[in-house]
T-cell receptor, first 112, second 118 residues
């Protein structure tokens, strides 16, 4: 079952603006990951944040994790049209080693 | 980075036929692979966990006799959709688990296979 919920479900912005997507989950986790999926394609791993980390950066990506609120956010700064894709959070860990549970995803559209 | 391939990338078949989808880890060994299904505009749903040399573990609600999984080597897992019906039409994605210390619990995903059952 899907334990992650993401909001917004869809986000439309102009190039250069920042995009923030949120993810909430229900059970305890060892880590949380963000993936990107272009339409009809496979997933690309963006970033992994462990449960003992609060913030992580990778290029234009910034991920935060609040385990007390069971939530995470993905910020894409200075967005580009090429960032247009679906973004999913996925939680893993606990007793289910390796298994990931995906959120519902956010469809991001960046207009040039 | 680690590369996972899937074959075929798309397949169209008649109702009642069986379709085999291959998932290969190209530059690393994967004792564990996962199979997901994704319907249009929806998220990925885990179908089963494929372990090399042992039986697959299926998620609740997934028919093991309909979705046959074979993980015969450390680089290959196959998913066979038996007696496919139109409702099996979906995007099937596999992933391979790498357990290196630096990328703990990181999965690398294949490009997906689009199955259309007529």
């Amino acid at each position: 079952s899907q334990q992650g919920e993401e909001d917004p479900q869809a986000l439309s912005i102009q190039e250069g603006e920042n995009a923030t997507m949120n993810c909430s989950y229900k059970t305890s986790i060892n880590n949380l990951q963000w993936y990107r999926q272009n339409s009809g394609r496979g997933l690309v791993h963006l970033i992994l944040i462990r449960s003992n980390e609060r913030e992580k950066h990778s290029g234009r990506l910034r991920v935060t994790l609040d385990t007390s609120k069971k939530s995470s956010s993905l910020l894409i700064t200075a967005s580009r049209a090429a960032d247009t894709a679906s973004y999913f959070c996925a939680t893993g860990g606990g007793t289910s080693y390796g298994k990931l549970t995906f959120g519902q995803g956010t469809i991001l559209t960046v207009h040039p | 980075g680690a590369v996972v391939s899937q074959h075929p990338s798309w397949v169209i078949c008649k109702s009642g036929t069986s379709v085999k989808i291959e998932c290969r880890s190209l530059d690393f060994q994967a004792t564990t692979m996962f199979w997901y299904r994704q319907f249009p505009k929806q998220s990925l749903m885990l179908m089963a966990t494929s372990n090399e040399g042992s039986k697959a573990t299926y998620e609740q609600g997934v028919e093991k006799d309909k979705f046959l999984i074979n993980h015969a080597s450390l680089t290959l897992s196959t998913l066979t959709v038996t007696s496919a019906h139109p409702e099996d039409s979906s995007f099937y994605i596999c992933s391979a688990l790498t357990s290196s210390g630096r990328t703990y619990n990181e999965q690398f995903f294949g490009p997906g296979t689009r199955l259309t059952v007529l």
